[in-house]
């Protein structure tokens, strides 16, 4: 069965920091790949999505994520944390065609002043 | 307004209860789905909808049904609420004409069972 796991419930980095969340993904064919980020007391809405074009994808707010096959990893990135950037992560792939999308468990992000 | 309405936001309930809760969308799909967030566990599928004569169960949808009255509207029951159904609640909807479309959520809507 297709899973996505994510490395890490909770990250700490410095206001300025690299901000790295970890996604692998398990599937003999590659999925279409989403990170989406909850706001507190909000729903989810998308950061960016891989849709098997370019393997580098940007997103808003400054983040980007690289999906690599050989990996089979979609992990999120941004050179430089904000306060604003504090949140919950979510990684989520679903199989091409279909209508299932598999979330993993979550990433809390904390951003120190 | 938001495109996708969850109500209510907020709710306590006792156990054994009869629970619904809502959903409205206005971005014309016809695709919509339940979840349940619980922490730690990530978001997980209750029921989803591909138009208003399709209804299919998810992972987790035992003590749960559901109801689309209209393309735009997609309620979520629980016929007799347990404390262990207390959790966050999320409709979406998505594009079936984009397989690769993402969801569109609503707020969420807090459930707590005393």
Known sequence: AQSVTQ???HVS???GALVLLRCNYSSSVPPYLFWYVQYPNQGLQLLLKYTSAATLVKGINGFEAEFKKSETSFH?????AHMSDAAEYFCAATPSGTYKYIFGTGTRLKVLA | ???????????????????????SQTKGHDRMYWYRQDPGLGLRLIYYSFDVKDINKGEISDGYSVSRQAQAKFSLSLESAIPNQTALYFCATSDPGRNTGELFFGEGSRLTVL
């Open chain 1, 76 to 80: 999120l990135t941004k050179p430089s």
């Open chain 1, 13 to 15: 980095v410095s206001e």
């Open chain 1, 7 to 9: 490395l890490g419930s």
């Open chain 2, 1 to 23: 307004d938001a495109d996708v309405t969850q109500t209510p936001r907020n709710r306590i309930t006792k156990t054994g209860k009869r629970i619904m809760l809502e959903c």
